[in-house]
């Protein structure tokens, strides 16, 4: 039935995973927010109906579920409120960003003031403990496994069942990211921030209250700049049972990994969390979809090709999913016992699907639950995300948002370029005054298998923006030279694809999509070119690195 045969299985061995305040929108797609360029006063005039479309994408800071002890950092003693020139909520990607760059001595670029941080959880948020740098290592590790059955096409003579130890990989992992938590506290201790361990909420304008992680009592804190940067958290469906499920975070808190999965969610979570699962073998993964393909936000031949993928690599796609009707534990209470449940739906053969682990990919929410921005009057939407403007501002002066607590695009270097923007506008001279990030071509890669990298407009958007008369597309499919000995059935299953959209009889590039192996690092360069402008003769004009995939990106007709 599939074009590509399934992967010899490895056996698994275990050990017991501001300017103006008109408040604008931003792009409603969460990976080609389009042309433009950095935001400015006269950008300000559109409402804020659109924040709360902006699609959801890497990774946010969690206030829940990741507390630690602590020591070693500044902490405060109690009494009366303690003034700041600057306070930062949540010290994850873009809390960091903004409270050092606040923070930093001027002679590395920073503003020299003092800075209060506060966490309640590990350091580094969500991207550092249970996002980007875990999903990277994962990544790395099956696609080891996948390099290790290539192998025997180019002699090796590599057992098809090659035993590896998940847990001992995870505790490598781990103490890699225990590593980046400290890097982070050190780096703030040598900025001179402040950071206190504990929960904040708003009491008053400009004074927050934080209840100490130690159990100490509650301190409060005044300033006339407060960021609000605290993430956000996977949702789980309102189901019975959806608890005995895990979500991203939960995944990387396996020691074993299960033997069969279904993986709910057809974004980019649950395509990377599905393909790593698949590419190791051994595991029988299942993915639940709503529509007919995975990736649907992203250009049609992306959501095509990758589907296609996906299916012949052996992944089980069930579409049209509307929910479970419940989750039925049968096994695994007990941790001497296999996990064991049983997913329940309308409309199933009675006796439902069972599996080892079903994964929650469906969406993320805003960490804004006990803030208490109702006492100031700050504006959330409709899903509880803080409403911003292009500068960060909210609709109440020296409150900013920032990162994936607000909904703009949710990937780790986003929130940390526009925390410094911020900065910079707030503490930094005249010419900073207008400083913000513009969120039109931003680069972003999905960790798939194989990868997905992606800039700019799709085709059904530049379509819709300049119109059909107004384009020209140019495309191409190949198989990389890396799966030249491969039998050719298993190397038709492999794609490699180039789209690159160009609008007007200057043929400026205003998307870019790349599918394939490599195009994580490939991307990063073309995205400079395509964000300073560049027109389809730029990239002619350029002589390719042969032989090379990247070389058809500057070759295509």
């Known amino acids: 039935m599939l074009s590509r045969p399934a992967p010899p299985l490895l056996t698994i061995k275990t050990t017991s995973l501001v300017p103006p305040t008109n408040l604008i929108a931003v792009s409603t797609n969460t990976y080609s927010s389009g042309t433009g360029t950095q935001s400015s006063s006269s950008e300000s005039a559109t409402t804020l109906s659109a924040i709360s479309a902006v699609a959801k994408s890497a990774l946010p800071i969690s206030r829940a579920g990741l507390s ?97 130890n998940y847990a001992a990989f995870k505790a490598k992992r781990d103490a890699n990211i225990a590593n980046l938590n400290r890097g982070y506290e050190t780096n703030w201790a040598r900025e001179g921030i402040t950071l206190v361990r504990g929960t904040a909420k708003f009491v008053a304008s400009k004074t927050i209250s934080v209840e100490l992680e130690d159990g100490s009592g509650v301190e409060t804190f005044k300033s006339e700049h407060i960021c609000v940067a605290t993430g956000g958290k996977p949702i789980v469906p309102k189901i019975p049972g959806a608890h005995f499920g895990i979500t991203s975070d939960g995944f990387f808190g396996l020691e074993e990994l299960p033997k069969k999965i279904a993986v709910v969610g057809a ?226 299953g492999i794609p490699t694809e180039f789209k690159i959209i160009c609008e007007g009889e200057e043929e400026r590039i205003v998307g870019l999509h790349l599918i394939g192996l490599g195009v994580g690092e490939m991307l990063q360069g073309f995205a400079v070119a395509v964000k300073m402008g560049a027109r389809k003769r730029d990239f002619d004009a350029c002589v390719a690195i042969h032989p090379t995939s990247a070389e058809e990106v500057v070759t295509m007709k």
């Open 68 to 164: 630690r002890k602590m020591s070693g950092l500044s902490t405060m003693g109690k009494g009366e409120a303690k003034e700041f020139d600057y306070i930062v909520i949540g010290g994850g990607s873009g809390g960091s960003g903004t409270a050092r760059r606040a923070a930093g001595p001027k002679e590395k670029g920073g503003w020299g003031k003092k800075v209060l941080l506060v966490e309640e959880g590990k350091s580094g948020g969500t991207c550092v403990n249970v996002g980007c740098i875990p999903k990277k290592h994962t990544w790395n590790f099956s696609s080891m496994a996948e390099a290790l059955r290539a192998s025997q096409h180019y002699g090796y003579e590599t057992p098809s069942n090659i035993p590896f």
């Open 267 to 492: 974004g980019y979570i649950a395509v990377e969390m599905a393909g790593m699962l698949n590419a190791i073998g051994g595991i029988e993964v299942h993915m639940f979809i709503r529509g007919e393909k995975i990736l649907r936000k992203f250009d049609p031949m992306v959501s095509e090709t990758m589907t296609r993928t996906y299916e012949e690599a052996g992944v089980i796609i069930h579409r049209g999913y509307k929910g479970f009707a419940r989750v039925e534990m049968w096994s695994g209470k007990k941790k001497s016992e296999e996990k064991v449940l049983n997913l329940r739906w309308d409309g199933d053969d009675g006796n439902g699907l069972v599996v080892n682990e079903v994964l929650w990919a469906v969406g993320r929410s805003p960490e804004t639950e006990g803030l208490d921005l109702g006492v100031v009057g700050v504006l959330t939407d409709e899903k509880g995300y803080v409403r911003v403007d292009g500068f960060q501002n909210t609709n109440v002066e020296g409150i900013y948002g920032l990162g994936d607590v607000t909904g703009q695009l949710e990937l780790t270097p986003v929130a940390i370029a526009a925390g410094r923007q911020l900065s910079n506008r707030l503490f930094g001279p005249s010419q900073f005054s207008q400083s913000a990030l513009s969120y039109s071509l931003i680069p972003t890669v999905v960790f798939a298998h194989p990868e997905v990298g992606t800039i700019g407009l799709t085709e059904p958007e530049a379509l819709q923006k300049y119109g059909a008369g107004n384009l020209k597309i140019y495309h191409t499919k190949f198989a990389a030279m890396f799966y030249d000995f491969f039998p050719p059935e298993e190397k038709k």
